[in-house]
């Protein structure tokens, strides 16, 4: 039988040219406990991620440029190695359904699906591959738990992150979505500013912790319906510095960026912010993108002290705030990307 450890580290493949279609999936697979991620949104250079990292299942879109869903099947199919295919697409007549079928797809599930569904037939196929792959190729098994043993200590670390920040947000929001909503916004956002991918990641993976120093802000304070008194309001505004504090020398890149996150996420182009008053270019792009993100989830969304806003209002006050609040290049970003924000919003409501 395969271990449901084992099952959690199996390599999974994800083929979309739609980037929040990715992040939802893999935000999805990350929450369900998978570990070994991998995605691709130019179907050209499938072929040869698939041979390096030899998945043990390829969730594949049928709808893309270059090479469709169909064309991708047809290229794996020459490969000495084998992995399930579950065809994810917004076609669903029997035509289609039966074609991709014959062309080599294990399963097939119509979009917008089900998110137990989802995640129960990748499971099963997985379960299936690997079952194959354990009586057929026992040695290449054990030789890849080697990899698999990096891949675990990067996840622990990464996993450490995100419930250290998660720790910090049921303080004042008792669902813990704000974290995973904002990161996937930030990230949204630092690819539009044409940041380099890894540091794209590194944002996601970091932003998270932006708020973690509301641990130290009594309950009074942090949970209080109505407006801070005076002093309150200089005890709320310390959480960046205590979160800086927090996170600071750590040796990791991720730990540095959650640091310098921590710190100037509610610095202030106009040089209004905290804790230092940094003006523009003097706050970090991470503390620039991370506020945008931030203050989109927090007026989208209930808080003690609030009600949700409409996504107009928000957007109205976010273009309004241009220049004082937000960098401005970022706000241009901010209304090119607000399509997937706003898939991001309601795929992570609850």
């Not at 970091?206 to 708020?211: G, I, L």
Request: negative net charge; charged residues 30%; hydrophobic residues 40%.
């Amino acid at each position: 039988m395969i271990g449901e450890e084992e099952l959690k580290k199996a390599k999974i493949l994800i083929v979309d040219d739609e980037h929040v279609n990715v992040l939802l999936l893999d935000k999805m697979l990350q929450q369900d406990g998978y570990s070994a991620i991998f995605t691709q949104e130019d179907s050209r250079k499938v072929e040869s991620l698939y041979n390096e990292i030899k998945p043990d299942i390829v969730l594949l879109d049928l709808n893309m440029p270059h090479l469709n869903g169909f064309q991708v099947m047809e290229k794996l199919k020459g490969n000495s190695y084998f992995a399930p295919i579950l065809v994810l697409t917004a076609q669903s007549d029997d035509e289609i359904r039966m074609r991709a079928l014959k062309s080599g797809a294990m399963d097939f599930l119509s979009k917008p699906f089900s998110y137990v569904e989802v995640l129960t037939r990748i499971k099963n196929l997985l379960t299936v591959h690997l079952l194959h792959q354990e009586a057929l190729q026992q040695n290449e098994i054990l030789e890849e738990k080697v990899n698999d043993r990096t891949l675990e200590l990067e996840l622990s670390h990464r996993e450490t992150i995100q419930r250290l920040g998660k720790a910090a947000e049921y303080r004042d929001n008792d669902t813990g979505m704000h974290v995973l909503r904002m990161s996937l916004y930030s990230e949204v956002l630092a690819k539009g500013a044409g940041l380099p991918e890894k540091t794209c990641k590194l944002i996601e993976s970091a932003s998270p912790m932006h708020d973690v120093g509301k641990i130290g802000i009594p309950d009074h304070i942090l949970l209080k319906p109505g407006k801070l008194t005076e002093d309150e309001w200089k005890i709320m505004k310390t959480h960046a510095e205590l979160g800086g504090k927090i996170l600071s020398a750590g040796s990791s890149e991720i730990m540095k960026m959650a640091e310098i996150i921590a710190m100037t996420h509610h610095e202030q182009w106009s040089g209004g912010g905290y804790p230092n008053g940094l003006k523009g270019e003097e706050i970090p792009i991470e503390g620039r993108i991370v506020i945008l993100a931030d203050v989109f989830d927090a007026l989208c969304n209930k808080r003690p002290y609030k009600e949700a806003w409409t996504v107009d209002s928000t957007v109205e006050e976010i273009n309004n705030n241009s220049g004082r609040l937000f960098d401005p290049e970022l706000v241009k970003v901010f209304m090119q990307k607000l399509p997937e924000f706003l898939k991001i919003r309601d795929g992570f409501s609850k």
